[in-house]
């Protein structure tokens, strides 16, 4: 499963972003990361290949949502109310689950098979 995120940039505080990461396959359950300088990937938001269930990160719930179009094969991460802490490198994670019907989603890094390069989200204050 090949990944190509994009849509950060630069916003200002209390602004929106909607990242978006293309993959070569819709039956994977997807799952976005971040990454700031000096600090430990964490997990963000997270969908099941069914768009059945998601799960989010305690710091974005309420503010970020994510989202699938099996159609274009493309999964959304639309990020409102963004804060500075927000600030980091987004990346976009797959992992192959052969089936759209599958509603399992995953949480941790090593559950992932396939990354995208990053995308650079800053929110300045």
């Known amino acids: 499963v090949q990944l190509q995120a994009s849509g950060g940039g630069l916003v200002q505080a209390g602004g929106s972003l909607r990242l978006s990461c293309a993959t070569s396959?819709?039956?994977?359950?997807m799952g976005w990361f971040r990454q700031a300088p000096g600090m430990e990937r964490e997990f963000v938001a997270a969908?099941?290949?069914?768009?059945?269930?998601?799960s989010y990160a305690e710091s974005v719930r309420g503010r970020f949502t994510i989202s699938r179009d099996n159609a274009k094969n493309t999964v959304y991460l639309q990020m409102d109310n963004l804060k500075p802490s927000d600030t980091a490198v987004y990346s976009c994670a797959a992992r192959f689950e052969g089936s759209f019907r599958s509603s399992s989603v995953y949480v941790t890094p090593n559950q992932y098979r396939n990354w995208g390069q990053g995308t650079q989200v800053t929110v300045s204050s």
């Open positions: 396959s819709g039956k994977t359950a």
């Open positions: 969908i099941s290949a069914s768009a059945v269930h998601t």
